[in-house]
């Protein structure tokens, strides 16, 4: 059972990857690095979400989370809490590579304005979610785990380097899509989300990163209207580690 839930997740990922392959057929404005709105790009988010809301109700969705969890209980005699890390890991990559010099589709003053933008929609979305809902978790330690947001963030941080560097190469977005997997894998194997819970954490992670595009050259024009590209600026963003609430901050020269 645990296998075909390895292979059901994986499939998740894979599916979000490819779609985002057939997503650089999207119209580009010629004159800028902006993504255009385009409803086909919502699709595959909205899948995984509607899943994860779906599986709230339906007893063959609870049946399924419940024999996960069965075998998670019976199988797997050690946490691994490499997901605690691993949520991070694609959206540091972004920043990871600009600071090697290998620079992505937008500056590093517009990325910054995407990844906070993203940020807050995901983790408003993810807690507002977690304080409606009230779904316990599968090791019972608490009541929100619907969604996740370990796999949102990850997710959310794919997205932003597979639009980044998909111009660049594929396997930058692959790689990052593999890793959030990887986070929502560890999250079902560490018994501390079901299924559905990583289906909707990581269809609301894309759609926040989605529309941090569309939103960024409205943002960008309010944000910076007078100022210079060499100028420094500044921002601050919310972070949620699904224990811990907090701020970073993030200083583009």
Known sequence: MFRKTISLVFLFG????NAQQ??????????????????????????????G????????????????????TEDIDEK??????????????VYALNTFGVKGKNNLRDQSVIFVTSYVIMA???????????????D??????????????????????????????????????????G?????????????TDVAAGAGIGIMSTKIAYWMQPYITKKLFKSSSENKSTSMIAPFYNGQQYGLSFVKVF
């Open 14 to 17: 894979l599916f979000s990857a």
């Open 80 to 93: 691994i809490t490499i997901d605690d890390f691993s949520q991070y890991a694609p959206a540091a990559s």
């Open 183 to 195: 986070t929502g894998l560890f999250r079902i194997y560490n018994n501390r989300h079901w299924l």
């Open 124 to 138: 408003s979305t993810v807690l507002s979610l977690k304080s409606m809902v009230h779904e316990e978790r599968p």
């Open 53 to 72: 809301i779906i599986g709230l109700e339906s007893d063959q969705l609870l049946s399924f989370n419940s024999q996960i969890k069965k075998e998670v």
């Open 22 to 51: 057939n997503d650089s057929i999207t119209k580009i404005d010629s004159t800028s690095n902006h993504l255009k709105f385009n409803y086909k790009q919502l699709i595959i988010p909205s899948l995984l979400i509607g899943y």
């Open 140 to 181: 019972g330690s608490s009541n929100n785990s619907f969604p996740s947001g370990h796999t949102a963030t990850a997710f959310m941080g794919a997205e932003f380097l597979w639009q980044e560097y998909k111009d660049k190469s594929i396997w930058y977005g692959i790689a990052g899509y593999a890793v959030a997997t």
